[in-house]
């Protein structure tokens, strides 16, 4: 509207100016050829002044700008939109990946808790063996120290029985030897004598046999344990020699 309005105001004066100017070149012929005479100039800068026309056409011309603006605008807004969804999916996906990481990072804590705790047991129960052994190892070498003086003990029994009631024979010399096994009972009772290495002297050896069966039974072997004695009395040798008697 504005335009219209300027292009009208315009063309009226472009007219006023004309009418203007032809009555002045009329009147100038009837008067003085001195005066001076207003060059066309002014009406070209007049006509200069109807160039709002022209703004039709750069306001014509400016449309596609302005679409490509608005396009240029729409593209920004859904590259601002794409970008804010790829930073939403980034954001999740690093928050699953966070999960994820302390999940492993719980599961590796407990595994090594774990593991530390599987230590210890096999630590204790390491422990508990070795002790175990070691007792065992020490009740062994205890009994085994309680068998052996028992074992003195009973042995010192048995030579003090069968000395009793040995009676050397007149040929009995040093260096003569007789060598008897002595088979027994639990109750201490001797069952069975049997003569394993000859003094080469026929009544020696008579004699050896003869205190085996006096002594009859030995009954403190009645106290020893089941085992110390199948162990180390079931069967028992005897050296003989005139001078000493050794088991």
Not at 86 to 94: G, I, P, S, T
Not at 150 to 160: D, E, F, G, K
Not at 211 to 226: D, R
């Amino acid at each position: 509207m504005n335009n219209s309005t300027n292009y009208m105001s315009g063309a009226l004066f472009s007219i006023g100016l004309h009418t203007v100017l032809v009555a002045g070149l009329l009147l100038g012929e009837s008067s003085d050829t001195s005066r001076v005479v207003i060059e066309p100039q002014y009406i070209k800068a007049a006509l200069v002044s109807l160039a709002p026309v022209k703004k039709e056409v750069v306001t014509t011309k400016s449309q596609p700008k302005d679409r490509s603006i608005k396009r240029e605008q729409q593209r920004q807004r859904q590259a601002k939109k794409d970008r804010a969804r790829e930073l939403r999916v980034k954001q999740a996906e690093d928050r699953r990946k966070e999960n994820l990481r302390r999940e492993k990072q719980q599961q590796d804590q407990i595994e090594r808790s774990r593991q530390k705790a599987l230590q210890q047991e096999l630590l204790v129960a390491d422990l508990a063996e070795a002790l175990s052994k070691e007792i065992a190892e020490e009740d062994a070498l205890l009994q085994t120290q309680k068998d052996e003086a028992a074992t003195n003990s009973y042995r010192q029994i048995i030579q003090q029985r069968l000395s009793e009631n040995w009676n050397r024979p007149p040929s009995a010399r040093i260096g003569m030897e007789t060598l008897i096994r002595l088979q027994l009972v639990p109750t201490g009772r001797v069952v069975g004598v049997t003569i394993l290495q000859s003094s080469g002297d026929a009544a020696f050896d008579r004699s050896v046999e003869l205190a085996a069966f006096k002594v009859g039974q030995i009954a403190e072997l009645q106290s020893m344990s089941s085992s110390l004695f199948e162990r180390k009395f079931r069967q028992v040798s005897v050296l003989f020699s005139p001078q000493d008697l050794r088991l």
